[in-house]
């Protein structure tokens, strides 16, 4: 056999990689239910790729920024930079440790009724260690009380109250719901006679005729008594 009179040329262009993403934050600690948004700055000019493998698998997300979905448990994610040609020989690694939430507070009254113009003392019992903050609402807003034991203001009308656990580190999921029923007050009573006059060691008679229904108590004392 011969060899060919002339060889063939083949040119094997070589491109660079680019290098791995930068990413902040990296390794970052949340509660059980948040999410993390991710931040790729460099390098610039890249197209940024989401994974949930350090090779390999199917990018979950393609952009400068990524914000997880809700997670319950530590993960890690991968960031890779892709300048068009070539993608990053590794990825940078995202460590999101999650920690547990606290359980939702145990109280004391949970549904009560009171009078109007009267306050509700709750008590918290449980979670042990945890702190207690007091709210109107049900998600957010700002606390209106803090501390084992909440005494509202005078009520007047049905009021609803929340009670959220804090461990130190993170918050009850939930809060728990407290129901006041406000009932409304009768009317002082119809009386006859008001003022009257006797001579001593007479008595006295005094008739209640209103309002319709109610039982009427009699006192020596203006409140109280």
């Known amino acids: 056999t011969c060899p060919s009179g002339t060889r063939t040329e083949l040119e094997v262009t070589v491109l660079s990689t680019p290098v791995a993403p930068t990413v902040t934050p990296t ?48 993960t890690t994610f991968y960031a890779e930079s892709n300048d068009g040609s070539c993608a990053s020989s590794t990825r940078t690694q995202l460590e999101v440790t999650v920690l547990p939430t606290p359980a939702a507070p145990t109280v004391t009254p949970t549904d009560t009724t009171i009078c109007a113009g009267q306050t509700v003392t709750f008590n918290a019992s449980a979670p042990a260690g945890a702190s207690f903050n007091w709210y109107t609402e049900a998600i957010g807003g700002t606390p ?30 939930t809060r728990t719901q407290l129901e006041v029923t406000v009932l409304s007050t009768p009317v002082a009573p119809t009386v006859t006679p008001t003022d009257t006059t006797i001579c001593a060691g007479q008595t006295v008679t005094f008739n209640a005729s209103a309002p319709a229904g109610a039982v009427f108590f009699w006192y020596t004392e203006p409140t109280g008594g």
């Open 27 to 74: 390794d970052t600690t949340i509660c059980a239910g948040q999410t993390v948004t991710f931040n790729a700055t460099a390098p610039s000019g890249a197209v940024f790729f989401w994974y949930t493998e350090p090779t390999g698998g199917s990018a979950i997300a393609i952009g400068d920024n990524f914000t997880t979905g809700v997670l319950t448990s530590d």
């Open 144 to 173: 209106v009380a803090t501390g084992s034991s909440f005494t509202t203001g005078a009520l007047t009308v049905d009021t609803t109250f929340y009670a959220e656990s804090n461990d130190g580190a993170c918050a009850s999921s």
